[in-house]
């Protein structure tokens, strides 16, 4: 697979490059120059195959010539080693849950394959990759335990002290091993910022093998199609031919990797993006001007973005043509009051439980099954993260899942820095070049 910069199309860098580069240094982003569809009789006969076995196929579309068959089959048994079952709570309403990994959310799909993938391409006997990562929460922890063992890396996390929810900060801090955890005093910005300033440092780059892992590497976006995919399978299973997939969308790279799955082959009748008050794109869907704004804080965090970075990828999957993404993609925008009486619905209509983000889908998808009432189709929101991980919402006490009821029991590491550059510099310097 070669990919080129959504800046400039005459690019053309291999996968193995993309993913260490993460960006294109014109500041696009990487996109595959070809999209292939996947063979035909294997969407027709797709509920016969499992989750790794289509995470397989699909992988395998991609690329074949960069990994080959054996090891790819193992990267994936690796990686895609839980579960994203759907649940049904009526005839015809789904909850497709991402939240049965690690970290207890869907950037776990994304962290798990990147480490892999990044740990293959690292011959034995090269510079140990230290990946440094900013966190305003559920990053951190997909990246930490993503990256958690992978043999010949090191992860730095950065986080705003007293910022993240107390299981996220366990998430972090508990490791050991490869992970190191820094509890910055200052905001999610000045994590940001330290990460930036490090990564524009020649004596840090110099000494060091510095890589990001966020959101835009073309290897997280990948695995996130696998489970489009995988949810269209139990739904044929089910007697469904079609459906709708309404996603809690922040950056829009879940969305987005739903709608590359579209380019792909995959039969979907309608996306729908369901945001809180970041609504850079809704309104983008409505007016046809795309204003970025700042971010205001919202009850569903992880989804306030103001400017969504991977919105250029999907604006590129459709040759920037507003009209073709108008018609796949319908936008609905909750407010946090909304939200609340959202998961109160949830659970007193169904027994569920849902976190803000998932709140949000579901509203979404109950709006468009309302404006389409004779609508056929499976209505499928993705619950994003386990309710668990804002307890602040939990409409009821629950038993916690074994990934958090452990976590309690390790021990806490971290250190903890000002947000001044100098400081975290001197931190890295001093670290060695082996674990
Ligand atoms: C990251 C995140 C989102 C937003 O996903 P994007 O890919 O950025 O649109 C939604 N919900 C949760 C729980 C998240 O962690």
């Known amino acids: 697979m070669q990919l080129y910069s959504t800046n400039n199309k005459d690019l053309s860098v291999s996968f193995k490059e ?18 292939p569809r996947l063979d035909q009789d294997f969407i027709a006969h797709i509920e016969q195959y499992s989750l790794p076995e289509i995470a397989y196929k699909i992988a395998s579309t991609l690329l074949k010539d960069e990994i080959p068959e054996k090891d790819l089959r193992a990267l994936i048994e690796d990686a895609a080693n839980f579960d994203a079952p759907i649940v049904k709570l009526d005839i015809k309403t789904f909850v497709l849950e991402l939240f049965h990994g690690p970290s207890l959310a869907f950037k776990d799909f994304g962290a798990r394959f990147m480490s892999r993938v990044m740990a293959y391409f690292l011959k034995d006997g090269e510079q140990l990759l230290d990946v440094l990562v900013a966190t305003s929460g559920d990053t951190g922890g997909a990246v930490a335990l993503g990256f958690l063992g992978v043999p010949n890396t090191r992860v730095t996390i950065l986080f705003p002290k007293g910022k993240v929810s107390e299981i996220q900060r366990l998430q972090l801090t508990t490791n050991g091993e490869n992970i190191r955890a820094i509890a910055v005093n200052g905001t999610f910005d000045d994590c940001q910022s330290l990460v930036k300033q490090a990564f524009a440092d020649e004596e840090l780059n110099s000494k060091f093998r510095l890589t990001s892992a966020n959101s835009i590497n073309i290897a997280r976006l990948i695995p996130q199609t696998f489970y489009y995919f995988n ?3 139990q739904l044929k299973q089910q007697g ?13 790279g879940n969305i987005g990797a739903g709608l590359l799955a579209y380019k792909m082959g995959l039969p979907v009748q309608q996306f729908i993006a369901a945001t809180n008050a970041n609504d850079t794109v ?23 973005v103001g400017a969504p970075s991977n919105w250029v990828r999907i604006m590129d999957l459709f040759n920037e043509d507003q009209a073709a993404i108008c018609k796949i993609v319908k936008a609905y925008v909750f407010s946090d009051d909304e939200t609340l009486l959202g ?29 389409n009432p004779s609508n056929e189709a499976a209505n499928v929101f993705l619950s994003t993260a386990h309710a668990c991980k804002f307890p602040d919402f939990l409409s009821v006490a629950e038993p916690l899942p074994e990934q958090v009821s452990m976590l309690h029991q390790k021990e806490e590491l971290y250190t903890e ?3 001044d550059f100098e400081g975290f510099k001197k931190y890295l310097a001093e670290s060695g070049l082996k674990i």
């Open 18 to 35: 993309a993913v260490f580069n993460s960006m294109p240094q014109d500041k696009g982003l990487y996109m595959p120059v070809q999209i």
């Open 231 to 233: 949810a269209y399978a």
């Open 240 to 252: 469904f031919n079609a459906v709708v997939f309404s996603v809690p969308s922040g950056n829009f």
């Open 282 to 304: 809704p309104r983008f869907l409505e007016t046809g001007v795309y204003e970025t704004k700042p971010s205001v804080q919202t009850y569903s965090n992880a989804m306030d």
């Open 343 to 371: 998961i109160t619905e949830i659970y007193s209509k169904y027994n569920y439980i849902a976190c803000p983000h998932t709140a949000i889908g579901y509203l979404a998808a109950k709006a468009f099954a309302a404006e």
């Open 417 to 419: 820095l000002e947000k």
